[in-house]
Protein backbone atom coordinates (compact mmCIF):
# COMPACT_ATOMS: atom_id res chain seq x y z
CA UNK A 1 0.00 0.00 0.00
CA UNK A 2 1.37 3.31 -0.91
CA UNK A 3 0.72 6.66 0.44
CA UNK A 4 0.80 9.86 -1.34
CA UNK A 5 2.92 12.33 1.28
CA UNK A 6 2.64 16.07 0.40
CA UNK A 7 5.41 18.34 1.80
CA UNK A 8 3.99 21.54 4.13
CA UNK A 9 6.03 25.10 3.88
CA UNK A 10 6.46 23.98 7.78
CA UNK A 11 8.38 20.77 6.76
CA UNK A 12 9.85 22.39 3.70
CA UNK A 13 11.18 25.15 5.97
CA UNK A 14 13.35 22.87 8.24
CA UNK A 15 15.00 21.33 5.56
CA UNK A 16 15.88 24.52 3.26
CA UNK A 17 17.31 25.88 6.78
CA UNK A 18 19.59 22.41 7.17
CA UNK A 19 20.35 22.86 3.22
CA UNK A 20 21.99 26.60 4.14
CA UNK A 21 24.72 24.87 6.64
CA UNK A 22 28.15 24.42 5.52
CA UNK A 23 29.99 21.31 6.35
CA UNK A 24 31.47 21.59 10.14
CA UNK A 25 28.67 23.72 11.38
CA UNK A 26 27.32 22.84 15.05
CA UNK A 27 23.87 21.86 15.29
CA UNK A 28 22.03 21.66 18.63
CA UNK A 29 19.89 19.49 19.09
CA UNK A 30 17.45 19.45 22.68
CA UNK A 31 15.85 15.96 23.13
CA UNK A 32 12.35 16.88 25.56
CA UNK A 33 10.76 14.23 25.32
CA UNK A 34 10.31 10.90 27.06
CA UNK A 35 9.31 6.48 25.36
CA UNK A 36 5.45 7.50 25.43
CA UNK A 37 6.05 10.01 23.11
CA UNK A 38 8.57 8.47 21.12
CA UNK A 39 6.40 7.16 18.05
CA UNK A 40 5.45 10.78 16.77
CA UNK A 41 9.51 12.26 17.63
CA UNK A 42 11.54 9.37 17.36
CA UNK A 43 11.46 9.39 13.77
CA UNK A 44 11.97 12.60 13.43
CA UNK A 45 14.91 12.34 15.74
CA UNK A 46 16.43 9.61 13.54
CA UNK A 47 15.73 11.31 9.99
CA UNK A 48 17.47 14.42 11.51
CA UNK A 49 20.55 12.81 13.00
CA UNK A 50 20.96 10.88 10.01
CA UNK A 51 20.57 14.20 7.52
CA UNK A 52 23.44 15.49 9.87
CA UNK A 53 26.01 13.03 9.92
CA UNK A 54 25.60 12.34 6.31
CA UNK A 55 25.93 16.11 5.14
CA UNK A 56 28.65 16.79 7.80
CA UNK A 57 27.75 18.45 10.60
CA UNK A 58 28.20 18.35 13.63
CA UNK A 59 26.10 17.28 16.05
CA UNK A 60 25.35 18.40 19.99
CA UNK A 61 23.02 16.59 21.81
CA UNK A 62 21.71 17.51 25.27
CA UNK A 63 17.56 17.16 27.04
CA UNK A 64 15.57 18.78 29.33
CA UNK A 65 13.89 15.72 30.30
CA UNK A 66 15.36 12.93 32.15
CA UNK A 67 14.83 10.16 29.40
CA UNK A 68 15.74 12.30 26.33
CA UNK A 69 19.39 11.68 25.98
CA UNK A 70 18.68 7.84 26.21
CA UNK A 71 16.16 8.61 23.33
CA UNK A 72 18.78 10.14 21.35
CA UNK A 73 21.19 7.23 21.97
CA UNK A 74 18.47 5.08 20.55
CA UNK A 75 18.44 7.80 17.66
CA UNK A 76 21.96 7.40 16.67
CA UNK A 77 21.79 3.64 16.89
CA UNK A 78 19.58 4.29 14.00
CA UNK A 79 21.48 7.15 12.16
CA UNK A 80 24.55 5.15 12.47
CA UNK A 81 23.46 2.08 11.33
CA UNK A 82 22.59 3.97 7.85
CA UNK A 83 24.70 3.16 4.85
CA UNK A 84 26.06 6.72 3.95
CA UNK A 85 26.65 7.46 7.49
CA UNK A 86 28.51 4.44 8.05
CA UNK A 87 31.21 5.92 5.02
CA UNK A 88 31.54 8.86 6.92
CA UNK A 89 32.61 6.89 9.87
CA UNK A 90 31.61 9.81 12.42
CA UNK A 91 33.78 9.78 15.60
CA UNK A 92 31.93 10.71 18.99
CA UNK A 93 33.23 13.88 20.53
CA UNK A 94 34.75 15.11 17.29
CA UNK A 95 31.38 15.00 14.91
CA UNK A 96 28.96 13.88 17.97
CA UNK A 97 28.44 14.49 21.24
CA UNK A 98 25.73 13.69 23.98
CA UNK A 99 25.74 15.93 26.84
CA UNK A 100 23.36 14.26 28.88
CA UNK A 101 19.96 15.00 30.89
CA UNK A 102 20.24 18.72 33.04
CA UNK A 103 17.54 19.71 35.54
CA UNK A 104 16.42 23.16 35.56
CA UNK A 105 14.06 23.82 33.14
CA UNK A 106 14.31 27.50 31.80
CA UNK A 107 17.40 28.33 33.71
CA UNK A 108 19.39 26.05 31.61
CA UNK A 109 18.88 27.27 28.54
CA UNK A 110 19.07 30.48 30.46
CA UNK A 111 22.74 29.79 31.37
CA UNK A 112 23.70 28.28 28.32
CA UNK A 113 22.98 31.68 26.93
CA UNK A 114 25.97 32.78 28.58
CA UNK A 115 28.04 29.45 29.33
CA UNK A 116 27.43 26.13 28.43
CA UNK A 117 29.77 24.45 30.59
CA UNK A 118 28.31 25.65 33.59
CA UNK A 119 25.18 23.31 32.83
CA UNK A 120 27.66 20.43 31.34
CA UNK A 121 30.89 19.97 33.21
CA UNK A 122 30.78 16.31 31.45
CA UNK A 123 29.17 14.88 28.80
CA UNK A 124 26.11 11.75 29.28
CA UNK A 125 28.88 9.15 30.17
CA UNK A 126 31.44 11.10 32.41
CA UNK A 127 33.64 12.64 29.74
CA UNK A 128 34.88 16.05 31.03
CA UNK A 129 33.49 19.06 28.74
CA UNK A 130 37.06 20.61 27.91
CA UNK A 131 37.49 16.69 27.02
CA UNK A 132 35.67 16.69 23.76
CA UNK A 133 36.88 18.24 20.84
CA UNK A 134 33.32 19.10 19.47
CA UNK A 135 32.64 21.16 22.43
CA UNK A 136 35.94 22.47 23.65
CA UNK A 137 35.18 25.96 22.15
CA UNK A 138 31.38 25.96 22.16
CA UNK A 139 30.78 28.64 24.96
CA UNK A 140 26.96 29.50 24.77
CA UNK A 141 24.54 29.91 21.38
CA UNK A 142 26.59 32.31 19.64
CA UNK A 143 28.38 29.00 18.57
CA UNK A 144 25.61 27.36 17.22
CA UNK A 145 24.73 27.18 13.94
CA UNK A 146 21.46 26.37 13.85
CA UNK A 147 19.04 24.51 16.78
CA UNK A 148 16.42 21.93 16.80
CA UNK A 149 13.57 21.39 19.94
CA UNK A 150 12.09 17.76 19.81
CA UNK A 151 9.35 18.33 22.27
CA UNK A 152 6.27 16.65 23.92
CA UNK A 153 6.10 19.47 26.39
CA UNK A 154 7.17 21.39 29.32
CA UNK A 155 9.83 22.06 29.09
CA UNK A 156 10.15 22.06 25.48
CA UNK A 157 9.99 24.62 22.15
CA UNK A 158 7.27 27.46 24.11
CA UNK A 159 10.88 28.03 26.77
CA UNK A 160 13.17 27.60 23.71
CA UNK A 161 11.68 30.29 22.12
CA UNK A 162 11.09 32.44 25.06
CA UNK A 163 14.59 32.18 26.21
CA UNK A 164 17.36 30.75 23.86
CA UNK A 165 15.63 32.83 20.56
CA UNK A 166 13.94 35.57 21.77
CA UNK A 167 16.84 36.73 23.88
CA UNK A 168 20.10 35.13 22.55
CA UNK A 169 19.15 34.96 19.28
CA UNK A 170 19.29 31.03 18.56
CA UNK A 171 17.76 30.00 14.72
CA UNK A 172 15.68 27.07 15.72
CA UNK A 173 13.20 24.92 14.15
CA UNK A 174 11.19 22.02 16.45
CA UNK A 175 9.34 18.84 16.21
CA UNK A 176 6.33 18.49 18.13
CA UNK A 177 3.64 16.08 19.15
CA UNK A 178 0.38 16.59 17.73
CA UNK A 179 -0.97 17.72 20.93
CA UNK A 180 1.67 20.24 21.09
CA UNK A 181 2.33 21.54 17.96
CA UNK A 182 -0.72 24.07 16.88
CA UNK A 183 -0.02 25.80 19.81
CA UNK A 184 3.45 26.21 18.07
CA UNK A 185 2.57 28.44 14.81
CA UNK A 186 2.31 31.31 16.91
CA UNK A 187 5.89 30.72 17.23
CA UNK A 188 6.70 29.96 13.42
CA UNK A 189 4.13 32.83 11.57
CA UNK A 190 6.30 35.72 13.77
CA UNK A 191 9.47 34.18 12.59
CA UNK A 192 10.50 33.08 15.90
CA UNK A 193 11.02 29.33 14.92
CA UNK A 194 12.46 28.22 11.31
CA UNK A 195 10.34 25.29 10.23
CA UNK A 196 7.82 23.04 12.37
CA UNK A 197 7.57 19.39 12.68
CA UNK A 198 4.04 18.33 13.88
CA UNK A 199 3.24 14.73 14.92
CA UNK A 200 3.61 11.75 13.24
CA UNK A 201 2.52 13.45 9.70
CA UNK A 202 5.41 15.77 10.43
CA UNK A 203 8.00 13.04 11.03
CA UNK A 204 6.81 11.61 7.44
CA UNK A 205 6.79 14.43 5.79
CA UNK A 206 10.56 15.63 6.87
CA UNK A 207 11.76 11.40 6.16
CA UNK A 208 10.42 12.18 2.60
CA UNK A 209 11.72 15.64 2.06
CA UNK A 210 15.38 14.53 3.37
CA UNK A 211 14.80 11.17 2.20
CA UNK A 212 15.56 8.92 4.86
Known sequence: ISQNIRISPEVQQVKDALSTLEPGSRVLISFDFDPPSAP??????????????????????????????????????VALANEEVKTKDPQYGIDYVNLGFQTGNEFVIQRMGTDFRSMFQTDYTGTPYDSLPLV?????????????????????TQEWVQVAVDR?????????????????YTYLNAGQLEG???GMNGAAEFERVVNF
Request: hydrophobic fraction near 45%.
Open 136 to 156: RNVKNFSNIDYSFNLSAGYPG
Open 168 to 184: YGLWMGAGNTAVQAPMM
Open 196 to 198: LLG
Open 40 to 77: ELQPMAEALLTYCLVNDLNVIIMGLWPQGPQQANLALE
